[in-house]
């Protein structure tokens, strides 16, 4: 069993940046992938950004691309996304998710959750 936890969320000027924390518990966490995904108001859940592979592969949708960054320190079970350059269309709850040894990046994949953490950016 693996527990999410996240923080790091908030209110941002748009151009600003943030860093997401997505804490996990369990022993064997560094084998676990990890992804992002968020939830605007009236849309569906997406998938933002995910690591693989203890952390040596690394996948982002497109539109975060150049812009976010996704990395993980197993040492501390981990995972954080480092987002700059901030825009309006970002706004969203940011969810963390983790399963045992997946390279998807489907949400349908992920087996465990955490709670989510509100981004909002403001023009």
């Known amino acids: 069993q693996v527990q999410l936890v996240e923080s790091g969320g908030g209110l941002v000027q748009a151009g600003g940046s943030l860093r997401l924390s997505c804490a996990a518990s369990g022993r064997t966490f560094s084998s676990y992938a990890v992804s992002w995904f968020r939830q605007a108001p009236g849309k569906e859940r997406e998938f933002v950004a995910a690591?693989?592979?203890?952390?040596?592969?690394?996948s982002y949708a497109d539109s975060v691309k150049g812009r976010f960054s996704i990395s993980r320190d197993n040492a501390v079970n981990t995972v954080y996304l480092q987002m700059n350059n901030l825009k309006p269309e970002d706004t969203a709850v940011y969810y963390c998710a983790a399963a045992l040894r997946i390279i998807a990046t489907a949400a349908s994949k992920y087996d465990y959750w955490g709670q989510g953490t509100q981004v909002t950016v403001s023009s």
């Open positions: 690591i693989f592979d203890r952390g040596r592969s690394t």
